[in-house]
């Protein structure tokens, strides 16, 4: 089950994120296991610091759709972690993995991607692949929202050419 807002901004808004990326610095990104760690094995992307405004900026746009997601999935959600600016380049991936139970500190129900490029446009592969049971395939699509439970198992799979932005987050 997820929630899929197609039009959650519109290109500008998408270019603005974007544009705040390109301004910061990148590093690369870690996982959990057994404390936060490089894998580029599992995970090969870069975590983009971005500006206090524009975290500001984008972090209220996605509290706005909490109420509507929290009753899409008829639970209550009280909280949110904080957006992260992800950005994966050519040969990026991020294998299997589930967002929830990583420890006690992290009590993720929901998690969400916003999507700031297409698959086609300057970026080609980097589909987010959920398994509900079965695997869906959800290729990038610039301003485009998805919602899905944190402990359903995906991956975002290798970009073969580009860059793929996204903007994740997660809801309590």
């Known amino acids: 089950m997820m929630f899929v807002l197609r039009e ?3 290109p500008a808004a ?7 990326m390109d301004r910061g610095r990148g590093t690369i990104a ?4 057994d404390g936060y760690r490089v894998d580029e094995n599992v995970r090969r992307a870069f975590d983009m610091d971005v500006d206090p405004d524009s975290v500001e900026e984008v972090q209220r746009d996605i509290d706005a759709v909490r109420s ?3 009753q899409f999935f008829g639970i209550t959600l009280s909280g949110e972690e904080g957006p992260g600016f992800l950005r994966y380049e050519n040969g990026g991936f991020y294998r299997l993995h589930c967002d929830a139970g990583l420890d006690d500190s992290f009590p993720r129900r929901i998690s969400i991607v916003v999507f700031l490029t297409s698959a086609g446009c300057g970026c080609e592969g980097g589909s987010l692949r959920l398994y509900t049971p079965d695997a869906l395939d959800i290729p990038p ?5 998805v919602a899905f439970p944190s402990d359903i198992p995906h991956e975002v799979l290798p970009v073969t050419a580009g860059v793929r932005d ?4 997660w809801f309590y």
Do not use: H, N, P
């Not at 699509?141 to 929202?145: E, P, Q, S, T, Y």
């Open 8 to 10: 959650f901004w519109k």
């Open 14 to 20: 998408c270019s603005r994120v974007r544009t705040a």
């Open 30 to 33: 870690e996982i959990y296991a």
């Open 68 to 70: 509507q997601i929290a």
């Open 141 to 145: 699509r610039a301003g485009m929202l």
């Open 166 to 169: 996204a903007v994740v987050d």
